[in-house]
């Protein structure tokens, strides 16, 4: 169902993987995910690894607009709106910083042929159980992310601070992607407080320059619209709010509502999560608990909600995350048998056009490379990527953890396998995203671990032996094996590594360890 709205609202003034993350409620819709035990043990290790190796890594070695204040009224869309960017009562705030007590040198004892580095250490105060780091989003000359009641920019030459915007609660979910020019809308919580469980705060801002756009206040409408577990995501100049199972658009100009999608009550669908990017698909269960649950996918229009396709699974099947929308290729799983499921590519008219089955073949894959899920958006799902209609899977690794693995590519025409890929020295390789263009292939990353230097590598459509573009640098190894891939992104030649989450002391304190928050190697 899509209600169109056409009332006229204030106009503002322009402007994992493998570590679990904490959602900001214990409610998810999300719950038919396995986490696996490899996630666990993982999570174990990334708190504890890089105070074991942090004594390998090298030495020690923003500016925007002041906002103004803007009033707010209750909203048509059941939201309140502000005029203009403002401080959210005098709690939020944009704050300068040249960089230089957060980047430390990690070149000093590079060798010849490896990459050049920078780190970007954690200058954020957290509280005890820590911090999730979001999405990682990359702008000519910056790249961002989210962390905790802040997100920065930081310049990709060096890893100084660009710029800075605070929010006075905890951000509490990012799209996985911006808009074509560089514009993001993220969600947070009004006030820090851990009893303070919703996300109904989302406020706009220019990735170019740190300037904040305008605030909107989400408002509860009861158990299927609510803000317990609310989902960002991005389509073109249209942002989806995921509320529960109801989905607002608004234009990301100005926080225009566009359209509402709500529960239908006729065959008992509701929604269950929003994938963004060129294209919006919405994700829905629908008869959950009977024999004939199943799941379904639809296009639609970003700017008017109108439904172009529907896909709909197998009976006992539901749709679980969703590795591209362009073309559309989803995870389904059985909800009887749990651990059996598979990847499904759909065509442009809602038609299924390839089943890939995990459960047959000489290789074992992880569901999300056994990251599991604790109530991330449907498109948090690593160890996979889709290009040049190939979906690239990961291998679950042969001798344990952190055991080498393979990527095998997979026509999503026939769903059968084209061929399969391995780096040398027995290491461990996942997919990576990409940001921009790139050349025909996917590029992957070979992991720091055991002494041995991190790899970013390409390999070609036809497979093969990989191309090293970078090899990673030395003195860098050991915070980079600590961060244990958790955010990944290759974006312009430069390849950036964060953790998924810091612990409580990873605050940038002096002589504290585990701070490093971000890598980055270019040529």
């Not at 008219?349 to 089955?357: A, E, L, V």
């Not at 569901?367 to 948090?380: I, K, L, T, Y």
């Not at 190894?477 to 992104?489: F, K």
Request: glycine fraction near 14%.
């Amino acid at each position: 169902m899509v209600n169109r709205e056409s009332e006229p609202v204030h106009q503002p003034v322009p402007g994992n993987p493998y570590v679990l993350p904490v959602p900001p409620t214990g409610r998810t819709r999300r719950t038919g995910v396995a986490i696996g035990a490899g996630a666990v043990a993982l999570v174990l290790i990334g708190v504890g690894f890089y105070a074991v190796t942090h004594k390998d890594g090298g030495g020690s070695g923003n500016g925007s607009r002041e906002p103004v204040a803007g009033s707010t009224r209750e909203s048509p869309d059941g939201g309140r709106e502000s005029a203009e960017p403002d401080r959210d009562a005098g709690a939020e705030g944009d704050a300068k910083d040249d960089g230089s007590a957060a980047v430390i040198d990690v070149n000093a004892g590079r060798k010849p042929g490896e990459a050049k580095a920078w780190v970007a250490m954690n200058d954020i105060e957290l509280p005890g159980k820590g911090a999730q780091l979001q999405d990682l989003w990359h702008v000519p000359g910056i790249v961002a992310q989210a962390e905790y009641d802040e997100v920065s920019g930081y310049r990709t030459s060096d890893g100084t601070k660009a710029w800075t915007v605070s929010v006075p609660g905890t951000v509490c979910d990012t799209p996985v992607n911006p808009t074509p020019d560089g514009k993001v809308v993220v969600a947070y919580t009004k006030r820090k407080s851990e009893r303070d469980t919703a996300c109904d705060q989302l406020r706009m801002i220019d990735l170019k320059t740190g300037e904040k756009g305008w605030h909107k206040e989400l408002v509860d409408h009861g158990f299927w619209d609510d803000t317990s577990m609310t989902h960002v995501s991005i389509t073109g100049g249209t942002v989806l709010v995921d509320q529960s199972a109801t989905m607002r658009a608004y234009r990301i100009g100005d926080g225009k509502r566009l359209f509402t999608t709500e529960r239908e009550r006729e065959g008992g669908c509701s929604l269950d999560g929003v994938a963004g990017g060129s294209r919006l698909l919405q994700v829905e269960s629908c008869a959950p608990g009977s024999p004939s649950t199943h799941g379904r996918l639809k296009r639609l229009d970003p700017r008017t909600g109108d439904v172009k396709w529907t896909y709909r699974t197998k009976k006992g099947w539901s749709i679980q995350k969703v590795h591209s929308v362009d073309p559309a290729v989803v995870v389904v799983q059985n909800r009887e048998e749990m651990d059996k499921w598979a990847v499904v590519a759909v065509d442009d008219k809602g038609k299924q056009r390839s089943w890939i089955g995990v459960d047959k073949g000489p290789h074992k894959f992880a569901m999300c490379a056994g990251a599991g899920d604790s109530g991330e958006g449907v498109q948090n799902c690593p160890g996979a990527a889709v290009a040049a209609d190939t979906l690239y899977m990961a291998t679950e690794p042969k001798d344990g953890l952190l055991g080498p693995n393979k990527i095998v590519a997979f026509d999503l025409g026939t769903g059968k396998p084209k061929w399969t890929g391995a780096v040398e020295g027995g290491r461990q390789i996942t997919p990576v995203p990409v940001a921009g263009g790139a050349r025909p292939g996917v590029i992957g990353y070979a992991r720091a671990q055991d002494g041995k230097n991190g790899q970013t590598v390409r390999f070609g459509p036809r497979g093969g032996k990989p191309d090293v573009l970078l090899r990673h640098t030395s003195s860098a190894q050991g915070m980079e094996a600590g961060m244990y891939a958790g955010n990944t992104l290759y974006a312009d030649g430069r390849f950036f590594v964060t953790p998924t989450r810091l612990s409580g002391k990873s605050h940038g304190g002096k002589g504290e360890e585990g701070n490093a928050r971000m890598l980055a190697f270019a040529r």
